[in-house]
């Protein structure tokens, strides 16, 4: 999806940049606390709970959530540091307008809020303290009440609200409007007190400080503005010693390069905002002239809103550089429209279009215009109408829309979408699945010939990334896939049965696990895995290849001299030092094969030494000797026996020759024993 066609509306409107970004370098003083909350849910038969700034009075709205009448009285219990708040509303008397246009009054009887609605009479009269009631949904209701015997001389006090509504099950959406008194900002009482207070040089670090502990602002802008106030104490530009004079003299542009010289020195601006700002002055002093004359914020915003002035003001932003070719040559396909207002609801700032098409009740004339102007295809237009101009998880742009399906946890939902709207036909989609399934099982159980097509043709990053999950392939790439697979799909699915003819029983139980029964079987019949069994397959078969190169490393380590010296010459040199150091190795039948024989010819060859070593024994020492041998071969594979000095360990190990009848027979055992 291309990005809406909207957003060059800032191209042109834009001029509005000019004020506030003058103001951005100086304006360094302490925020004004905007204290006012967010608005809470809380769900019938919970609480919510808040430590807040001690206050006089608490101000809050409160509303029923859904758009028709709930059926019944909602209960909301108000706490204040654990008491009930039970005293009269402060704003008794006021009337409230219902969304249907009607005005009803409200009565306030021990503590309860009443309103009468198209669902009840006067009603509910008796109540205990601290009982709210709330009938209209959708209606937000104003409460007020005086809190001060309740607060004391804390310097916090919590606040608790519970939904004890029994009807309907709706939650209860709760905003506190206010904190005031600020004990830490001169005890201001409301917004424009506390906005006083803050204005004055001598209060900037305490303004500062409160907003950052409270995230009204970052600790980093309350360190700036902190300096500022100290810079100021030597005059700031034009001898400006607090905001407003700052403001004042830098809001224009007759003091530019003053302020500019000022922030940069003393760090109260970032790059790009100096960057921009050196280009507005650099435009000027080469004799352009601001759109209209415009000296500030309000007056080029103002200018530039007119649809009248957009040739003005783009070419203004062209000479300063604020946008490139591309987008002059974009905004210039926009002119026509914005003078014969033909703009999407005829919109012509940024704001205002991006509101209107934020809408999805407007996609497809916003569609039609993108179409028209020539910022959409009509291949891609036709998309944006028939899924609403939204892709999965509501991305509205490629970019977007490419992040969000290449998470692995998105990639259904992705190729859901595509098969719900058709974007892309069902069997292209199962192509893609299969090639996926496929690259995510591993590339050890692909032959050599695929990976290296699939490398040639896509890159190795390309398929890591799909092999790990983060990169969810398009129909272009699928056929990619496709083909590679396509040209060796007999030995592709030789190698698959190999490994499942070889799984370890943990390894066939962890494919069972992951798998189940059913998924297992039609992988053994030759389906191709899908993306998740894939990482099933990989996850399992990497276990099993962990488990074996351990113990094919510990087995090697233990092995006689002679066995090792066989296998190295049957697998390499090399294959048998990365086993040794741990490296990865495609273990393949060639290794067991060349273990098993190795094996059995070490075996062999101690069995002639050993024969001939018991050969003048009795039977019995035979017998005790070979009973604790056992299997020599199986012995040697495992790393039991290494060579003759472990023969002689066990036969070190044979119980007292006392069992053996005296004689020659004894004498023989003893001496098997010291030899």
């Not at 190795?598 to 018991?614: F, I, P, R, S, T």
Request: charged residues 25%.
């Amino acid at each position: 999806m291309k990005k809406q066609p909207f957003l060059i509306f800032g191209l042109l409107a834009g001029m509005g940049f000019m004020g506030s970004l003058l103001f951005a370098l100086v304006s360094f003083a302490s925020p004004i606390p905007m204290v006012q909350a967010e608005v809470e849910r809380i769900a019938v038969g919970s609480s919510w709970t808040t430590t807040v700034q001690p206050m006089s009075a608490l101000r809050l709205v409160a509303r029923i959530t859904g758009d028709v009448p709930a059926g019944g009285n909602y209960a909301m219990e108000v706490y204040v540091n654990g008491k009930p708040v039970i005293s009269s509303l402060l704003n008794k008397g006021a009337s409230f307008t219902f969304k249907d246009g009607r005005t009803f009054p409200y009565r306030s009887e021990n503590g309860w809020m009443l309103f009468y609605s198209q669902n009840f009479s006067v009603n509910n009269t008796a109540a205990s303290g601290g009982y709210q009631v709330l009938t209209d949904p959708g209606q937000a209701y104003l409460y007020e009440w005086n809190i001060s015997s309740l607060v004391g001389g804390a310097s916090s006090m919590k606040l608790e609200i519970k939904n004890n509504g029994k009807t309907a099950g709706r939650q209860i959406l709760v905003q506190v409007l206010s904190r005031y008194p600020i004990a830490e900002l001169g005890n201001c009482g409301d917004e424009n007190a506390c906005r006083d207070y803050c204005g004055k040089q001598a209060n900037y670090a305490a303004c500062s400080d409160y907003g950052a502990k409270n995230n009204i602002i970052s600790p980093e802008d309350a360190e700036k503005a902190k300096k500022f106030a100290d810079v100021l104490n030597g005059a700031g530009p034009g001898g400006c010693k607090d905001e407003a004079s700052c403001r004042s003299y830098c809001e224009g542009v007759a003091h530019l390069e003053e302020c500019i010289s000022f922030a940069q020195k003393h760090n109260f601006a970032s790059g790009d905002q100096l960057a921009e700002a050196q280009k507005v002055l650099s435009a000027l002093k080469k004799g352009a002239t601001l759109p209209g004359g415009c000296t500030d914020k309000n007056s080029c915003e103002s200018y530039c809103k007119d649809s009248a002035h957009v040739e003005e003001c783009l070419s203004f932003a062209k000479k300063a550089g604020f946008i490139s070719d591309q987008e002059a040559a974009e905004a210039e396909k926009v002119l026509p429209f914005i003078k014969s207002g033909q703009t999407p609801g005829g919109c012509t700032t940024k704001a205002d279009c991006q509101k209107f098409c934020d809408d999805s009740s407007n996609n497809t004339e916003c569609v039609n215009f993108a179409e028209k102007a020539g910022f959409m295809s009509k291949e891609d237009a036709t998309m944006a109408r028939i899924t609403g101009g939204k892709g999965p998880g509501g991305c509205k742009s490629k970019d977007s829309c490419e992040t969000y399906c290449n998470a692995k946890t998105h990639q259904q939902e992705c190729f859901d979408f595509a098969q719900k709207y058709n974007l892309i036909p069902p069997d292209k989609l199962k192509e893609m699945r299969e090639g996926m399934g496929r690259l995510r099982s591993g590339l050890d159980q692909m032959p050599q010939e695929a990976i290296s097509c699939l490398k040639d043709n896509l890159g190795q990053d390309i398929v890591t990334k799909i092999q790990d999950g983060s990169f969810t392939p398009g129909p272009q790439t699928g056929d990619t896939i496709k083909g590679c697979f396509d040209k060796v799909m007999p030995q592709l699915q030789a190698k698959l049965k190999q490994g499942l003819d070889q799984a370890t029983p943990a390894a066939l139980q962890c494919l069972q696990n992951g798998l189940g029964e059913d998924g297992l079987q039609k992988i053994k019949n030759g389906e191709a895995p899908t993306p998740e069994n894939g990482d099933v397959l990989k996850k399992c078969f990497g276990a099993m290849k962990s488990e074996g190169m351990n113990k094919l490393k510990n087995g090697l380590s233990k092995m006689p001299p002679e066995v090792r010296s066989c296998i190295t010459e049957k697998l390499g040199a090399d294959t048998v030092q990365k086993i040794q150091s741990g490296e990865d190795v495609n273990i393949g039948p060639e290794i067991g094969s060349a273990m098993q024989e190795c094996a059995k010819a070490g075996v062999a060859a101690m069995q002639q030494k050993m024969d001939e070593g018991l050969k003048s024994a009795p039977p019995e020492i035979k017998s005790c000797v070979e009973s604790k041998l056992g299997s020599m071969s199986a012995k040697m594979q495992s790393g039991e026996l290494s060579g003759e000095a472990d023969v002689q360990k066990l036969i070190q190990s044979v119980p007292s020759c006392s069992y053996v009848p005296a004689g020659t027979a004894q004498d023989m055992c003893k001496k098997c024993k010291t030899e």
